[in-house]
């Protein structure tokens, strides 16, 4: 079956602007998780959705958000990007919504570079 | 400070020879992950532990769930230049499993 699909894989945004990136999960995963991954800070976990409804978030500032649609595809928005933001974004679906037994499968993630 | 220590950062050695990854922390788990991740793309998972004192094998691979289920440790023998990659350990919390919390990682780097 497919893998998670994430688009686009590399982005170049200017400071100030926003972008959205795109995640589609395993057919059947109903359970959708956004990271944050930096060489300094590792992965960070940015925010959880599970059947259209944010369950979980992050300590990340409010221009971070996400949603997910009735398909369990989900997107997440950044708006005033800060260099800072520059980082792999990874998306990670999991079936049950519990990653504790059965763990995450990821998507290859977005490159995103702010300059 | 990061929930999930994991040491050492960088490992580099030759093709052939045997390892070990660590990682720690003071809190206590319902499970622990292993995952490797090569340039470019995502992690893979390689393992899940949720007992204490679990141990799992994955061909060259041994996992460890510690007794206190607050650490795990990653074996490798007789390494090969595939196993070369970023190993990262997460953790399930007790509360709030819907969340893993991730290790820095340790880069480990196999010579041939």
């Known amino acids: 079956k497919a893998g998670v699909t994430q688009t686009p894989r590399y982005l170049i945004k200017t400071r100030g602007q926003q972008v959205t990136l795109s995640c589609s999960p395993i057919?059947?995963?109903?359970?959708v998780s956004w990271y944050q991954q930096t060489p300094g800070q590792g992965l960070q976990f940015l925010f959880e959705?599970?059947?259209?409804?944010?369950?979980n978030k992050g300590n990340f500032p409010g221009r971070f958000s996400g949603r997910q649609f009735s398909n369990s595809r989900s997107e997440m928005n950044v708006s005033t990007l800060e260099l800072g933001d520059s980082a792999l974004y990874l998306c990670?679906?999991?079936?049950?919504?519990?990653?504790?037994?059965?763990?995450?499968?990821f998507g290859s993630g977005t490159r995103l570079t702010v300059v | 400070t990061q929930l999930l220590e994991q040491s050492p950062q960088f490992l580099s050695i030759q093709e052939g020879e045997n390892l070990t990854v660590y990682c720690n922390s003071s809190?206590?788990?319902?499970?622990l992950q292993w995952y490797r991740q090569e340039p470019g793309e995502g992690p893979v998972l390689l393992v899940t532990?949720?007992?204490?004192?679990e141990v799992k094998k994955l061909k060259r691979l041994t996992f460890q769930f510690g007794d206190a289920r607050k650490d795990s440790s990653l074996h490798i023998t007789a390494a090969q230049t595939g196993d070369t990659g970023l190993y990262l350990c997460?953790?399930?919390?007790?509360?709030?499993?819907?969340?893993?919390?991730f290790g820095q990682g340790t880069r480990l780097t196999i010579n041939p």
């Open positions: 809190s206590v788990f319902s499970s």
């Open positions: 990670a679906s999991s079936a049950t919504g519990a990653p504790f037994n059965y763990g995450y499968t």
């Open positions: 997460a953790g399930a919390r007790v509360q709030g499993a819907q969340k893993l919390v």
């Open positions: 532990v949720v007992t204490g004192g």
């Open positions: 057919s059947g995963h109903r359970s």
């Open positions: 959705y599970f059947s259209e409804t944010q369950r």
